[in-house]
């Protein structure tokens, strides 16, 4: 069972222009979403994140969106350079009692110069 | 450079083999986390522990165990391995047993023949 899922395992976007990467998660219980970024050989590097009492939080070109209703969150770059293109992976964090992260399974970021 | 040390880097063995997989954290954090990623797959939390102690766990293998040692760095234990185990293995670390980012380590690529 997923609990955290990206639907779209890539994206191509032009340079200069956003990139909307998704995030949909099923579990009500989850407290605090995260967004890693990955280049091949490496592991994740932290991006952004945002607590479920917040509905966006914002650091320079990027920018998280999290809609409790829909039970869905989205990373928006803008304005996305060809550095950007990496696997972007969101994660959420199980706070009761618990504390583990589940992670979606990627969306691979290709950013055309 | 994430501060976040594994070791070795690729790891290529038999099935039925036992391995270990080491993981020092940042200088300074509490918390080790141990993921694993196989082909084209999210990272599917292991385990966690917190100042030497278990915190959390996830779906690891009973054939799979870990520990942290007092000087804080981990290892991850691997036995009678199976060609399934083949992925790359994540070590991360945070200061905080919960919540917040997790500083992530090269991961080790373990190849099972």
């Known amino acids: 069972d997923q609990q955290v899922k990206q639907n779209s395992p890539s994206l191509s976007v032009q340079e200069g222009r956003i990139s909307i990467l998704n995030c949909d998660y099923t579990?009500?219980?989850?407290?605090?979403f995260l967004w890693y970024k990955k280049y091949p050989a490496e592991g994740p590097t932290f991006l952004i994140s945002?607590?479920?009492?917040?509905d966006k939080n914002e650091d320079g070109r990027f920018t998280v969106f999290l809609n409790k209703s829909a039970k869905h969150l989205s990373l928006h770059i803008v304005p996305s350079q060809p550095g950007d293109s990496a696997v972007y992976f969101c994660a959420a964090q199980l706070a009761s009692g618990t504390y583990k992260y589940i992670f979606g399974t990627g969306t691979r970021l290709k950013v055309l110069a | 450079d994430s501060g976040v040390t594994q070791t070795p880097k690729h790891l290529i063995t038999a099935t039925g083999q036992r391995v270990t997989l080491r993981c020092s954290p940042r200088s300074g954090d509490l918390s080790v986390y141990w993921y694993q990623q196989s082909l084209d797959q999210g990272l599917q939390f292991l385990i966690q522990y917190y100042n030497g102690e278990e915190r959390a766990k996830g779906n690891i293998l009973e054939r799979f165990s870990a520990q942290q040692f007092p000087d804080l760095h981990s290892e991850l234990n691997l036995s009678s391995l199976e060609l399934g185990d083949s992925a790359l293995y994540f070590c991360?670390?945070?200061?905080?047993?919960?919540?917040?980012?997790?500083?992530f380590g090269p991961g080790t690529r373990l190849t099972v023949l």
């Open positions: 991360a670390s945070s200061e905080r047993g919960m919540g917040g980012e997790q500083f």
């Open positions: 945002i607590s479920s009492i917040k």
């Open positions: 579990n009500s219980m989850f407290d605090y």
